[in-house]
């Protein structure tokens, strides 16, 4: 479940519905389930949606939760996770952000329909809680109702506070949008990978000028078929930031070309194109002669997907989601 649809729930929660709760992973060491900015609602009902990693951590966080509930107030917890916890054999520690939900409270609402639009627009966001308590209280006691403030970091301040070091009285928590995936050519490996990126947490679109073809194929119904009178100027019109990823994979060499050219001028995270090196070469060096200097031709992941030995459609497109992964949470590749 992303980010976006638990925010949407707290915001029908806040307006008409009973009381909630919204866990948030704020910071983690050693090896822990989740991971940060794993968010997950329990509601006054027991019911769960998303999850901060599952056993025992889960299990405290929702006793937790039941108690923010019941006195309305945030509250922090921290979690030593030893081999001797009862399937926590992880040895790392988490701490966690439980903030009530209550119908009708005014701030958190605001709140959640900025983070929920912010994150519809594909633009990561975040926001700042402050507590005011003692460190040394709040160890010996792994968690407590503080009073808190909280506030939603955006443009350059969130950007410039990317690497803030978390403090024992103020926590940043960051979300980013479902990345968007653009798919140019719905051939094979589009048609293999799409079911796979879905279940990853991407969410693909497609893009082909063959309009017969596209009527003789199927991908899963939420994944949007865009026909294209042609992949000159295909990008026109696209919302494409920071959290878009672009795969090229059409069915020839000019249109590769005419859709690189337009992807290398876009903000976005991610360039995969589908061919050999010897393919790539020719074609940088057409870009080149455009005037397309070695620096932005970097960007371009090609051939795409990680050295696995792939020759199968599938297999290919195994290897291009195992290298968008790494890159999704390393950062580079």
């Known amino acids: 479940m992303t980010a976006m649809e638990i925010l949407s729930a707290c915001m029908e929660i806040l307006k008409d519905k009973a009381s909630a709760c919204l866990v948030a992973v704020i910071s983690h060491t050693g090896s822990v389930p989740g991971g940060e900015k794993a968010l997950m609602l329990v509601k006054g009902d027991g019911k769960t949606q998303g999850s901060v990693g ?81 460190r040394k209280e709040e160890i010996e006691k792994r968690s407590k109702a503080f009073p808190c403030r909280i506030r939603i970091l955006e443009g350059p301040a969130f950007f410039l506070r990317e690497e803030s070091p978390p403090s024992s009285e103020s926590f940043f928590i960051r979300l980013e949008p479902q990345a968007g995936l653009l798919i140019f050519g719905a051939g094979h490996i589009a048609q293999a990978l799409c079911p796979m990126a879905l279940a990853a947490g991407f969410d693909p679109g497609i893009f082909d000028d063959r309009n017969d073809y596209l009527g003789s194929i199927s991908f899963p119904e939420n994944v949007p078929v865009h026909s294209i009178e042609s992949f000159e100027g295909c990008m026109e019109g696209l919302s494409i930031t920071p959290s878009t990823w672009i795969l090229i994979a059409t069915y020839g060499h000019s249109h590769d070309h005419l859709v690189l050219e337009q992807a290398l001028n876009t903000k976005a995270r991610y360039i995969g194109m589908v061919g050999s090196r010897r393919k790539r070469e020719a074609l940088f060096a057409k870009l080149r002669a455009e005037g397309f200097g070695d620096e932005v031709l970097s960007r371009v992941h090609c051939p795409v997907g990680l050295a696995i030995g792939a020759q199968t459609p599938g297999e290919i497109a195994v290897s291009i989601l195992g290298e968008m992964i790494a890159i999704r949470r390393k950062g580079s590749l």
């Open 54 to 134: 599952g056993g025992a951590l889960e299990l405290e966080a929702m006793a937790q939760a039941r108690q923010a509930m019941e006195e309305g107030k945030a509250r922090h917890m921290e979690a030593r996770l030893t081999p001797e916890m009862a399937g926590m054999p992880c040895g790392g520690s988490a701490s966690l952000l439980l903030l009530p939900l209550k119908k009708g409270a005014g701030p958190e609402l605001s709140l959640m329909e900025n983070l929920v639009k912010d994150l519809g627009e594909r633009l990561a966001t975040g926001f700042q809680v402050s507590f005011s308590h003692e």
